[in-house]
Structure formats: structure tokens, C-alpha cells
């Protein structure tokens, strides 16, 4: 590099100027290489590549959904995945000082690892639609690869908000189609509705049943509507209320309970569908009692009529103990519960797994015969046949409760869609190194 020099008494004539150019140049040079080198570090930066190393554990992972966070620069906003075959789908959000990177583990052997790169500040590699989840009046739509999996429905004429229909692994609903008035004929238990969240005792209002008074959750807004091609995301804020005419304590108004509700839903094959809920119930206007009832489950399935165990048709209820059937699984705390049956000639299969995080895991399951299965931790007097045994809980004015769960859908009965090992997928997940 020419340097040059301005001398305030230069013995060439006109040198002043020239000089004074030259210097001129000369910072333009050095400021311009600097830039250079300044953009050159901070491409190193965002473009670099972080080795992760994914470690299955004890435990076999096929299509298990993999969290880790990871440090970036605060600048460093997208991020792309590969492994030694190619592109992976992964999908980032913000997170702290980093970046939440989500991907699905098609298979991994049990004591084995897998390496990945992840390349900071890279859009990440088209890999087709993934989940999509679309706002339509009073409904959110989710699909996965283009083929519809489920909506969320809160319209105001429901009693509570809930996800109808659901498509199982062959392409059929899997949950009993919902009561009209329309329908013209008898069904039992009509507020069993597809999907739902719900509790027959807060506070002295019955939010399970549809009968008449009854409570109600109302929506009041999305939290955050995400597509994606990993997940799709719908977290919504509902109000949990009491019946027409029921105001509480003096001075306060029908609202009893806060919800937050995550709904997760994975980009996985359509032999396999995941959907996680991480549910919150907040109570900020005041104490709030759970009644010890068996009338509620914080995750409810009411699954389609011919899988019942009741219609003989190869119906079956299984749970993470060994039970089998509404005698050895109603009542009983386990990690998971299991329903399947034939729909449509295919046997298929739904678990709720319950997270070691849940309220009061291994929850209670209130799970029938004839087609019900729900997380409830509340009713202990009826599942022990017991009085003194009460299962009632206060959640004191600004206390949250929080139930985790995650919904499995399958082809074939609990062995066939090997739940024991699915549910440390969901438990107890692979551990994530980075490098």
C-alpha cells in the first residue's frame, strides 16, 4: 500500500495540493479495506456453522421432534439445517440470546448420534408447504403437506372451543362427528366434543357439561398464529365463565379462570400425526377451586364410534401400566392412555401421553368404553372409591397451573405404534450438543 505524506512545506511546487490529494486517497483506501475486512468478520459471523450432535439415548427415535437452543448474534435471524445426506427442515424463532431451533428426527438407533451443521444467517431450503395454519370466521385450519388435519372452532354458539374434525393416519376422521340438532338421533354425552378442554367443577360452575347453567370457556383472542415447515402453531387466550347470572365473590365479574393453550402441531408422514397442547390456567381475578370431580380432563378425546370397546368391533383401551380396558385403566394414573379401534376397516390408534411437567403427573384418566379418554387429576374420591381421598385443588389468586400433553395418532393398536418407546420421545427427548 502507497502511503502518502502532506508536508506543510513541500519543496516541489503544487505538492501541497497533490499531497493533500494523495492523503485524501489514501484514508479513502484504508477506509475502504477496513469496511472490507469489518463486513468480512461479520460474514464469517452470521454465515457461520455450528455442529450439532443429536444423542438418542436409551431409547429408539423415529419422527421425534428435536428442540435445541442455540447462541447466535443478535443480528443473526434465519438459520439452515443439513446432515451428510442433505437438506434438513428445520425451522427458527428467536429465543433469548439465540436462536430456538426445531427439527424432526426421522429415525435414530437407541446409543447412537447424529451430527447435523446449521448454518447461521442462510434461509433455510424449501421443503414443500409443511404446516399451514389458516384464519378463517371463527376457525383456524391446519393442514400438513397440503392435506387437512384439523381446525380449531371457537365460535360463540359453542360452549367451549375445540379441535373438529381430526384426520387420522389413513385419511378418516378419528373423532365422533359432532351432535346437532339436526342429526335426529340419540347420542350420549353430547358435550364430549371431538377435541376439548374442560372441568365440571371451578368454583362452583360445571364447565364440562352442556346441560342447563352450565359454564363456559369464551375465546378472546390468538396469541400467535405460526406456519412453518417443521410446526404449526396456534396459541390462543380464552376466558373460562360461569353460568348466566353467576358473579363470583362481590365486585367481580363471570370470569373465574384465564387460559392459555398451545396447540403444536409437526410436519411428520401421514402414517403419523403429533399434536402437543401446553396448557395454562391462570387465575387472576381470584382463588379458584378445582372440585374434586370425575366430570373433566384437561386433554379430552371422544373418539369415533366404532372404535369403542362397548361395539365389540376390536375396540381397546390401553395405558402406560399395563391395563387393559375401562376396568383396569379408569381411574388409574399413568404416564399415557391408549384408544384404538376400527375406523373405516383400518385399525388405528390415538395416545395422550401426559409430561413429567404436567400438574400432578402421572395424571388420572377418566376413560370409558365407550369412547372417552381424558387427563383428569382432580377426581381422586371416585377413582379410589373413596371420600376422605379428595383430589380438590386451590389455585390462589395470581397462580398458574400448567398440563403438558401430547396427542399420538397411528396406525394399529398401542403395540404396533410401540407408544412405550413414543412416549420418551416426548418425555425424555434426544439431548442436543453443540459444537
Same mark, same amino acid.
Given at each position: 500500500m502507497t502511503v502518502f505524506r502532506l508536508y506543510d512545506n513541500c519543496p516541489h511546487g503544487g505538492c501541497q495540493r497533490l499531497c493533500a490529494k494523495g492523503l485524501t486517497l489514501a484514508m479513502d483506501f484504508v477506509t475502504s479495506y477496513a469496511t472490507c475486512i469489518l463486513i468480512s468478520l461479520l460474514r464469517r459471523t452470521t454465515m457461520a456453522t455450528v455442529k450439532l450432535t443429536v444423542h438418542a439415548g436409551p431409547h429408539n427415535r423415529i419422527n421425534c421432534p428435536v428442540s435445541a437452543l442455540v447462541e447466535t448474534p443478535e443480528s443473526v435471524t434465519t438459520a439452515a439445517l443439513s446432515a451428510g445426506n442433505g437438506a434438513v427442515p428445520c425451522q427458527v424463532t428467536p429465543a433469548g440470546d439465540g436462536l430456538q431451533v426445531n427439527f424432526i428426527v426421522e429415525h435414530l438407533e437407541a446409543g447412537k448420534t447424529a451430527e447435523y451443521?446449521?448454518?447461521?444467517?442462510?434461509?433455510?431450503?424449501?421443503?414443500?408447504?409443511?404446516?399451514?395454519?389458516? @384464519?378463517?370466521?371463527?376457525?383456524?385450519?391446519?393442514?400438513?403437506?397440503? @392435506?387437512?388435519?384439523?381446525?380449531?372452532?371457537?365460535?360463540?354458539?359453542?360452549?367451549?372451543?375445540?379441535?373438529?374434525p381430526v384426520i387420522g393416519p389413513y385419511g378418516d376422521p378419528v373423532t365422533r362427528?359432532?351432535?346437532?340438532?339436526?342429526?335426529?338421533?340419540?347420542? =350420549?354425552?353430547?358435550?364430549?366434543?371431538s377435541i376439548w378442554i374442560a372441568h365440571g367443577e371451578v368454583n362452583g360452575a360445571d364447565n364440562w357439561s352442556e346441560g342447563e347453567s352450565h359454564g363456559r370457556i369464551l375465546h378472546r383472542d390468538f396469541e400467535l398464529l405460526e406456519s412453518g415447515p417443521v410446526l404449526g402453531r396456534i396459541v390462543s387466550n380464552s376466558d373460562w365463565v360461569g353460568m348466566d347470572g353467576w358473579t363470583?365473590?362481590?365486585?367481580?365479574?363471570?370470569?373465574?379462570?384465564? @387460559?392459555?393453550?398451545?396447540?403444536?402441531?409437526?410436519?411428520?408422514?401421514?402414517?403419523?400425526?403429533?399434536?402437543?397442547?401446553?396448557?395454562?390456567?391462570?387465575?387472576?381475578?381470584?382463588?379458584?377451586?378445582?372440585?374434586?370431580? /370425575?366430570?373433566?380432563?384437561?386433554?379430552?378425546?371422544?373418539?369415533?364410534?366404532?372404535? #369403542?370397546?362397548?361395539?365389540?368391533?376390536?375396540?381397546?383401551?390401553?395405558?402406560?401400566?399395563?391395563?387393559?380396558?375401562?376396568?383396569?385403566?379408569?381411574? /388409574?394414573?399413568?404416564?399415557?392412555?391408549?384408544?384404538?379401534?376400527?375406523?373405516?376397516?383400518?385399525?388405528?390408534?390415538?395416545?395422550?401421553?401426559?409430561?413429567?411437567?404436567?400438574?400432578?403427573?402421572?395424571t388420572h384418566w377418566?376413560?370409558?368404553?365407550?369412547?372417552?379418554?381424558?387427563?383428569?387429576?382432580?377426581?381422586?374420591?371416585?377413582?379410589?372409591? =373413596?371420600?376422605?381421598?379428595?383430589?380438590?385443588?386451590?389455585?390462589? @389468586?395470581?397462580?398458574?397451573?400448567?398440563?403438558?400433553?401430547?396427542?399420538?395418532?397411528?396406525?394399529? =393398536?398401542?403395540?404396533?405404534?410401540?407408544?412405550?418407546?413414543?412416549?420418551? =420421545?416426548?418425555?425424555?427427548?434426544?439431548?442436543? #450438543?453443540?459444537d
Open positions: 451443521e446449521l448454518t447461521l444467517g442462510k434461509e433455510p431450503a424449501d421443503s414443500g408447504r409443511g404446516v399451514e395454519v389458516t @384464519q378463517g370466521e371463527n376457525e383456524v385450519s391446519v393442514s400438513i403437506g397440503g @392435506q387437512h388435519f384439523t381446525t380449531y372452532c371457537h365460535g360463540t354458539e359453542l360452549a367451549r372451543p375445540l379441535l373438529y362427528r359432532l351432535a346437532t340438532p339436526a342429526d335426529g338421533r340419540e347420542m =350420549d354425552h353430547h358435550h364430549h366434543r363470583g365473590p362481590p365486585g367481580r365479574n363471570r370470569e373465574i379462570l384465564d @387460559q392459555r393453550a398451545e396447540w403444536v402441531v409437526y410436519n411428520t408422514p401421514s402414517s403419523v400425526r403429533i399434536m402437543d397442547l401446553h396448557l395454562t390456567l391462570i387465575a387472576r381475578n381470584m382463588d379458584v377451586l378445582f372440585g374434586d370431580t /370425575k366430570e373433566g380432563g384437561l386433554a379430552s378425546i371422544r373418539v369415533e364410534e366404532t372404535m #369403542e370397546v362397548k361395539r365389540d368391533l376390536g375396540g381397546k383401551i390401553e395405558n402406560g401400566i399395563g391395563g387393559i380396558d375401562e376396568d383396569e385403566t379408569w381411574g /388409574k394414573r399413568a404416564p399415557w392412555c391408549h384408544y384404538s379401534g376400527p375406523v373405516n376397516g383400518n385399525i388405528t390408534g390415538v395416545a395422550i401421553m401426559d409430561h413429567p411437567n404436567s400438574f400432578r403427573h402421572p377418566h376413560v370409558r368404553n365407550y369412547g372417552l379418554m381424558t387427563a383428569n387429576p382432580f377426581g381422586h374420591s371416585y377413582f379410589y372409591g =373413596d371420600e376422605s381421598r379428595r383430589g380438590h385443588h386451590t389455585l390462589s @389468586q395470581g397462580e398458574s397451573l400448567v398440563g403438558i400433553y401430547r396427542y399420538y395418532f397411528h396406525k394399529g =393398536d398401542a403395540t404396533d405404534g410401540n407408544i412405550r418407546e413414543r412416549y420418551h =420421545d416426548f418425555a425424555h427427548p434426544p439431548k442436543v #450438543e453443540q
